[in-house]
């Protein structure tokens, strides 16, 4: 039964982690590169469709991610502390769940702040360069924090514990 309950976490977890950081990837290097190719009323609609559904889903997806995380931790560890905290793998692990949190704040406080500001600011009749008042580094800087959760999570995984 013990094994069933980690599979399951494991891969709500992975599947969470998937969502947040692909949703990231997508606004990244699809949205940022696509909105200045359309014309202005477009491009305006297109933002003020996006905005509310990626300040509900982002957030949502990023705490589930770091709670599931968070639970496997403690579970893969045993609840141990010598196996949280006094090895490598726990050692490695905690730094990621650091580093996920850090970076949800910093989504929410830099991200989802500056968005409502933007939708805000779309919902007057001249404006018409809100994706240039959007474009920020807090989503690219969240990418990147991203890709090296991945990679101590996978240096975690291939050192196994202890």
């Not at 709670?67 to 141990?80: E, K, M, N, P, S």
């Not at 010598?82 to 929410?108: E, N, P, R, Y």
């Amino acid at each position: 039964m013990a094994d069933v309950i980690g599979l399951v976490v494991r891969f709500f977890h992975i599947a969470f982690a998937i969502a947040w950081i692909g949703a990231i990837m997508y606004g990244v290097g699809v949205l940022r590169r696509a909105l200045p190719y359309m014309d202005p009323p477009t491009r305006k609609g297109t933002m003020k469709a996006l905005i509310p559904v990626v300040t509900q889903y982002l957030p949502g997806t990023a705490v589930m991610t770091i709670i599931t995380g968070a639970v496997l931790y403690l579970y893969l560890g045993r609840f141990d502390p010598d196996q949280l905290w006094g090895s490598l793998w726990g050692l490695v692990l905690l730094l990621a769940l650091a580093l996920a949190i850090f970076a949800f704040a910093l989504g929410m406080i830099v991200g989802v702040r500056s968005a409502k500001r933007v939708l805000k600011h779309l919902e007057e009749p001249a404006c018409d360069h809100g994706p240039e008042v959007a474009a920020h580094q807090a989503q690219i800087i969240v990418l990147v924090l991203g890709f090296v959760i991945l990679a101590l999570m996978i240096y975690a995984a291939e050192g196994g514990i202890g």
